[in-house]
């Protein structure tokens, strides 16, 4: 029997994201669990629910396992270098400015897009 969370995987088997490298499905799951955990710890916010984060999670770890050394170069490694799927925490403060202005436009995004009634 699947648990739970592999029920809950981004399918990555559907266009476009079918031919997406590991690098850039590590990538996007990397940046998703980045803008979630803004929005939940640093604005009090959330479009998802805590089984869907936590599904991302293990999604990214597995991922990673399979990725090996390959994994060190997804575009927010440097700040993944020790994720456990725990927590997200303390991302917010290891972000650079870049990322944090990018990341919020993309919550900017989500959030106006929830509220409004449109789709996570």
Not at 86 to 104: M, V
Not at 105 to 112: C, E, M, Q, S, W
Request: glycine share 4%; aromatic share 20%.
């Amino acid at each position: 029997m699947k648990q739970n969370w592999i029920r809950m995987m981004i399918d990555f088997s559907k266009s476009p994201c079918c031919y997406w490298s590991d690098n850039w499905k590590a990538s996007y799951l990397q940046r998703q669990i980045l803008v979630h955990s803004i929005m939940y710890y640093e604005m009090s916010e959330t479009v998802i629910e805590d089984f869907q984060f936590d599904s991302m999670c293990k999604q990214l770890i597995h991922l990673s396992e399979q990725m090996g050394d390959d994994y060190k170069e997804t575009q927010y490694y440097k700040y993944f270098y020790d994720f456990t799927g725990e927590t997200g925490y303390y991302f917010y403060d290891r972000l650079s400015k870049n990322d944090k202005s990018y990341l919020k436009k993309i919550i900017d995004v989500v959030l106006r897009n929830y509220k409004s009634g449109g789709s996570k």
